[in-house]
């Protein structure tokens, strides 16, 4: 029997999006809000969150790092400029 995974809505840039509770990745975030994100590696975005877990409620995603999500939390998306 497969384990179902609970699953949390986090907000994208005011779009809500169904998620596995655990851990979402930085390229996974920007890929919500980008959905051709992977066609164009050479665009650096900037993702922040808040309403995290207690001890880490806010912060920053690093392109290759990741957070565990939790229901309502909230990420923003922006282009950095940079090439």
């Not at 979402?24 to 969150?49: F, G, N, R, W």
């Not at 995603?61 to 922006?78: A, H, Q, R």
């Amino acid at each position: 029997m497969e384990e179902k995974k609970k699953m949390v809505t986090i907000i994208v840039e005011g779009t809500p999006h169904e998620w596995p509770k655990g851990e979402i990745t930085y390229s996974e975030v920007v890929t919500l809000e980008v959905p051709d994100y992977a066609q164009h590696p050479e665009i650096t975005y900037s993702v922040k969150y808040v309403r995290g877990h207690g001890n880490k409620p806010e912060g920053t995603l690093s392109p290759g790092g990741s957070v565990n999500v939790k229901e309502g939390m909230i990420f923003s998306v922006s282009e950095t400029g940079q090439s």
